[in-house]
């Protein structure tokens, strides 16, 4: 059983449009979530997180939004530039406890 | 800041032979992780430690895979004997020891077993 999922392998986007990545979870304990970036040939790098009690956080470019009764987040990246082209992996954790749980990831890919 | 640091990168065996890949965590964090990475079942993780203890293994596919952490810089994952399906990349993270604390990967280990 899946308890995070990106239900879209792939996205593509036109350089400075916004680019949107989904993320569910099935796990209503869930109170921590995050999203990392992965370029090939090397590892995750982590891009920005969210708690429950929040419904939204911005970095720069990167908003990610958080509904927790829909049990769905998002990873909103406006403007969009050719840098962005990644994987993106959707992660939800306890607090509490270390370890995060991934969805099998985006790949977004942003054409100039 | 010197990151995780995974060896070897690429490693390309006969089936049957024993691998070994090698973890350094980054220095201060108590939490580390194996994960595997393949096309079908994406980034599963196999095992984590939190102070050098196995904290959670349940993703540890069968008895060929062992992982150990003799001490806080130092982790290794075993797989004996290797078949083709272990191919896959296989990465080295750690974090502080909260849910809420990002974890940092190593660049990962490429296995290709003939």
């Known amino acids: 059983d899946q308890q995070v999922k990106q239900n879209s392998p792939s996205l593509s986007v036109q350089e400075g449009r916004i680019s949107i990545l989904n993320c569910d979870y099935t796990n209503s304990m869930f109170d921590y979530f995050l999203w990392y970036k992965k370029y090939p040939a090397e590892g995750p790098t982590f891009l920005i997180s969210i708690s429950s009690i929040k419904d939204k956080n911005e970095d720069g470019r990167f908003t990610v939004f958080l509904n927790k009764s829909a049990k769905h987040l998002s990873l909103h990246i406006v403007p969009s530039q050719p840098g962005d082209s990644a994987v993106y992996f959707c992660a939800a954790s306890y607090t509490n406890a270390g370890k995060s749980t991934f969805g099998d990831g985006t790949t977004l890919t942003v054409k100039p | 800041d010197a990151g995780v640091i995974q060896s070897p990168r690429h490693e390309v065996t006969e089936m049957g032979q024993e691998v070994t890949l090698r973890c350094k965590p980054i220095?201060?964090?108590?939490?580390l992780f194996w994960y595997r990475q393949t096309m079908m079942r994406g980034l599963e993780l196999l095992i984590y430690f939190n102070n050098n203890v196995p904290i959670d293994d349940s993703g540890m596919p069968e008895d060929r895979f062992s992982a150990k952490m003799p001490n806080a810089s130092f982790s290794t994952l075993k797989i004996q004997p290797s078949e083709p399906r272990d191919s896959a990349v296989y990465f080295c993270?750690?974090?502080?020891?909260?849910?809420?604390?990002?974890?940092?990967f190593g660049d990962g280990t490429r296995l290709s077993i003939l």
């Open positions: 993270a750690s974090s502080g020891p909260l849910g809420n604390q990002p974890q940092h």
């Open positions: 220095s201060g964090h108590n939490s």
